[in-house]
């Protein structure tokens, strides 16, 4: 049987931030979001085949890798998924905000930690 690990312990690495590196993480820490990083980064390509430049690139790139961030630490994972659930749940404009603001401030941290 297995034993949940102690918060702030990662269930993987982080991974190198490129399209084979992000996409093997993701098929591990959530699988279900695989289709969704697919046709982020089919969308990526094509803007950047647009504008001429990576910039479209290099978001999805740093999206993907703050996503994961936040996957790989189940505690992490946890408190992210409780308050955006709670924040489109919330009952009132007041207690939808603060839930927000902690999606936020979990995601601006895994980003800023995935992206150095």
């Known amino acids: 049987m297995s034993r949940p690990l102690p918060d702030g312990v990662a ?16 098929a591990v820490v959530a699988p279900d979001r695989l289709p969704e990083m697919l046709e982020g980064q089919t969308g990526a390509m094509a803007s950047a085949i647009e504008l001429g430049g990576v910039a479209p690139i290099r978001s999805f790139l740093s999206h993907w890798a703050a996503v994961i961030e936040i996957e790989r630490v189940p505690a992490t994972a ?31 941290s895994a980003f800023a930690a995935a992206n150095r």
Do not use: D, Q, S, W
């Not at 190198?16 to 993480?25: C, M, R, Y």
């Not at 408190?79 to 979990?106: D, G, I, Q, S």
């Open 11 to 26: 269930i993987i690495p982080r991974p190198e931030k490129t399209p084979a590196g992000l996409k093997a993480a993701l």
């Open 78 to 108: 946890t408190a992210f998924h409780r308050a955006n659930y709670l924040a489109n749940h919330a009952p009132t404009a007041e207690e939808c905000r603060a839930h927000a603001v902690e999606v936020a401030e979990l995601y601006r």
